[in-house]
Each structure stands twice: as C-alpha cells, then as structure tokens.
C-alpha cells in the first residue's frame, strides 16, 4: 500500500455542525486507528467535538449510526427510536 492514487487531503468549513462517527468494536488494531483519523479529520474541518460511538459489530452499525444522529442533534428520523432500541445491544457512548 503505497498511498499512490490517493485522493490529496484537503478540509471543507463545518465549524458548528454536529458529526457523529459510529464504528464496531471489532478488530480494534483497524478501527481505533480508522476512528482516531476520523475525529483529526473532523476537527481539522472545523467539528468541535465529534460524537463517538462503539458497537459489538457490522450488523449493529445500522443501529449505532442512527442513534448517534439522533444523539448528535442531526434531528434525524427515528433517532430516539434507534437510540432506545440500541442500549440492549450494548452501545455505549464515548465522547460528547
């Protein structure tokens, strides 16, 4: 993997928009680095403070990433819905 091809790293403005990032717990040497690059990339965009959370895994990200916006203050369809219904499958909330 030598990076060639790339698309060049460039940032939009998104300072005061809400951002939630939703990722499995799963295979954690991928994904904390995955997550980590995600929230540098939020912040270098502007993001305050982007709304992390972890799920078991791939089936539940569905789940996870509509609570979250719900969570984020996207006022998404169905997001308290989702949330409700996300805390038996044993999302937890990292960071606000």
């Known amino acids: 993997m030598s990076g060639g ?9 998104a300072a005061g928009l809400s951002l939630a990032i939703a990722a499995t717990r799963w295979h954690p ?6 997550v980590q690059r995600a929230v540098a990339a939020a912040e270098a965009c ?3 403070r ?6 078991p895994g791939a089936v539940e990200l569905p789940v996870g990433a509509a609570g979250a916006a719900g969570s984020a203050g996207s006022g998404g369809a169905g997001g308290a819905g989702a949330t409700r219904a996300a805390e038996p499958l044993g999302i937890k909330r990292l960071s606000s």
């Not at 982007?50 to 799920?55: D, F, H, T």
Request: glycine letters at 12%.
């Open 5 to 13: 091809g790339r698309p060049p790293g460039r940032t939009v403005e």
């Open 29 to 34: 040497e991928v994904t904390d680095c995955l």
């Open 50 to 55: 982007p709304l992390v959370v972890r799920v």
């Open 46 to 48: 502007g993001v305050a």
